[in-house]
Structure formats: C-alpha cells, structure tokens
C-alpha cells in the first residue's frame, strides 16, 4: 500500500465553490480560501479500516455579500466516509487559517486512527449503535478533534499572531448505518429522513445557553449572533459533544455554516432543500441566504446515504 502523499489544492472560493463526487478525483474534495494541504493517496483510503456507507455530496461555500474573504471551510472524504464543515471565528485572528487548519488535522487523525483501530470493529450492521464499535468510533472523532484544538494552540504558542485563532466544527463519520457527530460551535448538522428533519447538533452560544436556562425563547431571538462558548482552539480543555445517528438508504444529512442556518427561520425552506437533487440542493441553499442578506460566509455540504457499504 502506497504512503505517498499528494497534494489537493482547496480551491479559492470567488463567487462560489461547488464540490462534487468525483471518480477521477484521488484524495478528498475540499473547500476553503487557503493554501494547498496534503493528503495520502486514495490507494491508501481503499484500505479504510471499517466499511463504510455508500454516499454522494455535494457541497458550496461562498464568501457571503458582506465579507471580502472567505473563512469557511469544508471537506468531503466520500471514501472514509467523512465530511466536515468548519467557520473561523469572527473577530478574532486568523479565523480562515484556524478552519483550514483544523480540516486538515482532522482528515489526518481520524485517517489514522481508523486505520489503526479498524481490525478490531466488528460486522457492519445497525447493531453497531451503543456497541463496543460505537465507543471506539466515537473515541476516534473525539480525539480528532481535541487534537486540532491543540494543534491551534500550539501555533498560537509559538508565533503570537496567532493567539486567540479558533474554529468551529461540525464533523461526521459514517461507517455502516451509524453517522458518528463531533459537534464544538454553531455549525450545525441535521438529518432528514423522508418528510422529517431534525437538528442533531446543540448550538455552543450564549444566546443557547441563556435559552436552555429558560431566560431566552428560541422565537424571540432567530437570526440574532451570539458570541461563542465553545470552539476548537478557545481553550486548553475542550468539550465535544458526540451524537451517534442510525441512518438508512436515502437519509440525507446536511452540515453547514452559521452563515446559512441563521436564515432558516422557516422549516419549509429546509425541507425544500432536503427535497432536491443533491446536486442541486447546496447552490440553491447558498442562493437563499445570499437573497436573505448573506451578510456572512455561507457553507452547505450535502450527504446522501446509498446504502450499506
């Protein structure tokens, strides 16, 4: 098996960057406004450690019509079975390097480690939800993620410019017929099965948490920003929440952006998102929230699950 690494430019964004599947295509399609990053080729991923769902994505990201740059990112890794979706920062240092960064970091972790654990997960089967294979999968994007927290850390350390950079992500992994959800910040993922949709992921706002302690209604305060509670490179311990989802042939997930869930005031807009083509669904989502104002970066990436791998 080869070890050869290869480099996989992530794409200026310009007006709108689209990012499909792609058979010619040998590492993962990624999005971002940043410098090339370098990932093992897809020889390797073939070895990928537990079976994984058959998918197609699709995803966009734009700079919005306010900002001058872009510092969304996102990647997906149809092969591994992971798809990630990251938004520095506002206001503070660097929030473009911090998404790039942690994208980065993350596709090399959980690449790695499951590679490394994989021979001990068993069969590929909806069993796998709340087993010893769960616990590990689990375990794989919880450390992943605490690592790309470091990593932030660890640059803020040694060149001061740095300090204070951090990164929301939204991650998931896909093995069998279980999506495993890292959650820090307020990407958000949500899951839609036929006509029901749902949000999988808890916002890390203050606004959230005056919400959940009952001093906020959720009616009274969509659409406005909050600063954030908790993100990848805040702070020295960072807490992941980790969601374990049973998915089945044509389930669609969609990870995306503050950027574009902050103008999801409707219900019937995501569930007319969810009903298009998977092409077409990511365009049309970041078109909505350019009509609506677009006043941040916007990022949808689009999931579909074919079925079992």
């Known amino acids: 098996m080869s070890r050869r ?25 990624s999005g971002s406004a940043h410098s090339a990053l370098r990932w093992p080729q897809a020889s390797a991923l073939l ?20 900002r001058a740059i872009n510092e ?15 938004d520095g920062v506002g206001g503070r240092p660097f929030g473009g390097l911090a998404a790039g960064e942690a994208v980065s970091v993350l596709w090399e972790r959980i690449w790695h ?4 654990r994989g021979a001990s997960m068993p069969g590929q089967n909806a069993s796998w939800v709340g087993s010893e294979a769960i616990v590990k999968i689990e375990g794989v994007v919880r450390t992943a993620m605490q690592d790309a927290s470091q990593k932030l850390r660890a640059m803020a350390k040694v060149d001061g ?12 992994l896909v093995a069998g017929e279980v999506a495993v959800v890292g959650q820090v910040g307020d990407s958000r993922v949500y899951h839609a099965r036929g006509p029901e949709i749902r949000q999988v992921t808890e916002d890390h706002t203050l606004l959230n948490l005056r919400i959940k302690q009952g001093f906020a209604l959720p009616e009274h305060t969509r659409g406005r920003r909050s600063p954030i509670t908790r993100a990848l490179g805040l702070a020295d311990e ?24 902050e103008y999801f005031d409707r219900e019937k807009v995501l569930r007319r998102l969810f009903q298009l083509d998977i092409q077409a669904a990511a365009p049309a989502a970041v078109r909505h929230a350019r009509r609506r104002g677009g006043r941040d970066n916007i990022t949808a990436l689009f999931v579909e699950i074919l079925g079992p791998g």
């Open 238 to 261: 960072l807490e992941v929440d980790i969601y374990a989802v049973p998915v089945a042939r044509g389930d669609r997930l969609l990870l995306c952006s503050d950027g574009l869930h």
């Open 113 to 116: 480690e499951t590679k490394a």
């Open 72 to 86: 969304d990112a996102f990647l997906a890794d149809g092969r591994l079975g992971l798809f990630i979706v990251a």
């Open 161 to 172: 410019r740095y300090a204070g950079m951090c990164t929301t992500a939204s991650v998931v």
């Open 47 to 66: 070895g990928s450690a537990w079976s994984v769902a058959h998918t197609t994505h699709f995803g966009m990201t734009d700079p919005g019509k306010l």
């Open 5 to 29: 690494r290869r480099k996989l430019a992530l794409f200026p964004t310009g007006d709108g960057l689209p990012q499909a599947d792609d058979p010619a295509l040998p590492g993962p399609v």
